[in-house]
């Protein structure tokens, strides 16, 4: 999986961030780098509330 630097040095991850902060984040990341996959505890967090990946 080939990382997006430049993705990676813009959109850091909110310190503490909010369960909401994280989905973002993550959905956000997942368009723009390949490095890694949104992690399983996350993604049934968001089936739970309707949010697919």
């Known amino acids: 999986m080939k990382i997006n630097e430049e ?3 813009k959109n850091k ?3 503490n961030p909010t369960l909401d902060e ?3 984040w993550h ?3 997942q368009k723009n780098c390949t490095c890694r ?13 309707k949010i697919f990946a």
């Open 7 to 9: 993705w990676h040095l």
């Open 13 to 15: 991850m909110p310190k």
């Open 22 to 24: 994280r989905i973002r």
């Open 27 to 29: 959905l956000e990341h």
């Open 37 to 49: 996959p949104i992690p399983e505890k996350l993604l049934k967090m968001m089936a739970e509330k």
